[in-house]
Structure formats: C-alpha cells, structure tokens
C-alpha cells in the first residue's frame, strides 16, 4: 500500500522558516515527479512546487511564483522522502501543505493529474 506522510509543520512569525518532510512507503518514488501544494481557508488547493527526475542524481525543479526564491523543494531518495524548506514565510502562506505524487511521465502543475497525496500538514504564519 503506497503512503505519504508529511511532517514538519508548525505554527512561525513572519520572516521565520519551516522544513517540511514527506516521506514515501510502499513504493520507490525516485522516477516520480513529487510535489507540494496547499489549500488556504477558502480557498482552493493550489500548486507550489515540483522536483522531476531529469537523469542520473539531478532533478529538475519547478516553483510557483508566490514562493520563488523562498523555498526550496529537494528529495533523499535513499530515505524515499521529500522536503521543502520555506525561509522568510509571510502570513499568506498560511495553509495546509500537502505532498503528492505523479506516476505518468511529464511534470505537471495540474494537482489533478497526481496519483497519491498526503494527509496534510499545517502551516501558520503569524504577522
């Protein structure tokens, strides 16, 4: 049975920093492209960043503009888990953070097109 499991969130001020973790059972993820989305109150789960398997150890990193610059998305794939490290965080990243994986080839930004999720991890950021 694949799973997901993330770990790491937490309650920050702003301008602090988060490491988020998503660690992977049941499957080895290392061709998979692997991401990270959230889901604000009221809002819908929206993409924030992606690594994809671009030969050998080298990974190819896709980001929303909302965090570029600002996290960091990188993957261990002897441990079969996913981090993303969130520095200088602002209030509007307050969310549930969520890991997923794709198992079709090609990266995608469309959290439809993602096969298994996490349960979720809050993040809040106070001002």
């Known amino acids: 049975q694949v799973q997901l499991v993330e770990s790491g969130g937490g309650w920050v001020q702003a301008g602090g920093s988060l490491r988020l973790s998503c660690s992977a059972s049941?499957?080895?993820?290392?061709?998979?492209?692997r991401g990270w989305f959230r889901q604000a109150p009221g809002k819908e789960r929206e993409f924030v960043v992606l690594t994809s398997w671009s030969g050998g150890n080298t990974y190819y990193a896709d980001y929303a503009d909302s965090v570029k610059g600002r996290f960091t998305g990188s993957r261990d794939n002897a441990k079969n888990t996913m981090y993303l490290q969130m520095n200088s965080l602002k209030p509007e990243d307050t969310a549930v953070y969520y890991c997923a994986a794709r198992s079709r080839l090609g990266s995608s930004r469309n959290q439809d097109e993602y096969d298994y999720w996490g349960q979720g991890t809050q993040v809040t950021v106070s001002s």
């Open positions: 049941g499957r080895t993820f290392s061709n998979y492209v």
